[in-house]
């Protein structure tokens, strides 16, 4: 017995989900305005079916659903192309968008124009271990430890960047007896989620605070390994060091 599981997700626009999803790589295989808008788009297998709704907004859609592929790198590289050419550029805010991500990350996450959230796992990954995701509340975490738990968990779980740039804005400020690398783990988080947020001058805050950080070439290291963050933003980081 083999049973196959197909999401079925509200959108706004049919015609406008089908061509965002196109865009993609997906191919359109089934398609209806009578008795209701109703479509179909699949990629290698997978299929993610539409259903239009009328009077949603994006902002209140909380329908999402996961796909696991075998090279998430790929796939997230095309999508970004996608991305490209359908509105010009890679949207990390609005609708749609698409998660940050670096090389070795092991989940990103999209969101199309209707507000659906489509998680991209890599098989057989192990990040549901990750710390940074599932353990923000652990008994053994320091207060700022816990701020960037808690902001990634904002940012790639709950799709709230402005909540996640807050709670790490508040810790930023109390710090106390906090380590160099968690500190600069935090800005560097800061710096990205001031980019997505298009905070400029909190950019330049947190980049200052950045470049009064003295590491060692482990500590660096230690620094890239446990942030989950865009490769734009680790290449600044190395070019500090310059």
């Given at each position: 017995m083999q049973w196959t599981t197909v999401p079925i997700l509200p959108c706004v626009s049919l015609d406008e989900t089908m061509r965002f999803w196109k865009a993609l790589g997906f191919e359109q295989t089934y398609y209806q305005q009578r008795p209701y808008p109703y479509g179909v788009v699949e990629r290698d297998g997978g299929g993610i079916h539409f259903i239009a709704i009328k009077g949603i907004e994006p902002e209140a859609v909380y329908s999402s659903c996961i796909i696991v592929v075998t090279d998430l790198q790929h796939v997230h590289d095309e999508f970004s192309e996608g991305f490209r050419q359908y509105m010009g550029k890679v949207a990390q805010r609005g609708f749609p968008r698409i998660s940050r991500m670096r090389t070795g990350q092991t989940r990103f996450t999209l969101t199309d124009p209707s507000g659906n959230t489509v998680i991209f796992v890599k098989a057989d990954s192990q990040d549901q271990d990750d710390e940074?995701?599932?353990?923000?509340?652990?008994?053994?975490?320091?207060?700022?430890?816990?701020?960037?738990?808690?902001?990634?968990?904002?940012?790639?779980?709950?799709?709230?960047?402005?909540?996640?740039?807050?709670?790490?804005?508040?810790?930023?400020?109390?710090?106390?007896?906090?380590?160099?690398?968690?500190?600069?783990?935090?800005?560097?988080?800061?710096?990205?989620?001031?980019?997505?947020?298009?905070?400029?001058?909190?950019?330049?805050?947190?980049?200052?605070?950045?470049?009064?950080?003295?590491?060692?070439?482990?500590?660096?290291?230690?620094?890239?390994?446990?942030?989950?963050?865009?490769?734009?933003?680790?290449?600044?980081?190395?070019?500090?060091?310059?």
């Open positions: 940074t995701y599932h353990q923000p509340e652990r008994d053994d975490l320091t207060r700022l430890q816990r701020a960037i738990a808690n902001a990634i968990r904002f940012r790639d779980y709950k799709r709230d960047d402005v909540a996640a740039a807050k709670v790490l804005e508040v810790a930023l400020k109390r710090i106390t007896d906090e380590s160099t690398i968690d500190i600069a783990r935090a800005l560097l988080l800061g710096i990205e989620l001031a980019d997505i947020l298009e905070e400029p001058s909190q950019r330049q805050t947190y980049l200052a605070q950045l470049k009064t950080i003295d590491l060692t070439s482990e500590e660096k290291n230690i620094v890239k390994h446990k942030l989950i963050i865009g490769d734009e933003i680790i290449e600044l980081f190395d070019n500090l060091a310059k």
